[in-house]
């Protein structure tokens, strides 16, 4: 059975630091594009940052310059160092496994809560 497990998440003060984490299971994960997402309360799930099987990364203007995703496939896991933190930063976050070499659908995770208090 395919999974995403995400931790790393918790509370932190505004400029403060957290990475988080996800480990993929039962997926072959050097061909599967990682990317995090996240979901404020009553805000739709928006995108974050993703890197690529060739580790090539993108990451949205919000947290472009404080955030950084990383990879470790001997681990199958993807990492989010997130630096600077800010109050609007806080949000459910999601890992997700985009597949390169098949159809079928993406895998999520179940996220892990991440709070940055002002």
């Known amino acids: 059975q395919v999974q995403l497990v995400e931790s790393g998440g918790g509370l932190v003060h505004t400029g403060g630091s957290l990475r988080l984490s996800c480990v993929a299971s039962?997926?072959?994960?050097?061909?599967?594009?990682m990317g995090w997402y996240r979901q404020a309360p009553g805000k739709q799930r928006e995108f974050v940052a993703i890197i690529s099987t060739g580790g090539i990364t993108n990451y949205a203007n919000s947290v472009y310059g404080r955030f950084t995703c990383s990879r470790d496939n001997a681990k199958n896991t993807v990492y989010l160092q997130m630096n600077s933190l800010k109050p609007e930063d806080t949000a459910v976050y999601y890992c997700?496994?985009?597949?390169?070499?098949?159809?079928?659908?993406?895998?999520w995770g179940q996220g892990t809560q991440v709070t940055v208090s002002s």
């Open positions: 039962e997926i072959a994960f050097s061909t599967y594009v």
């Open positions: 997700n496994a985009h597949p390169t070499r098949t159809t079928h659908a993406d895998y």
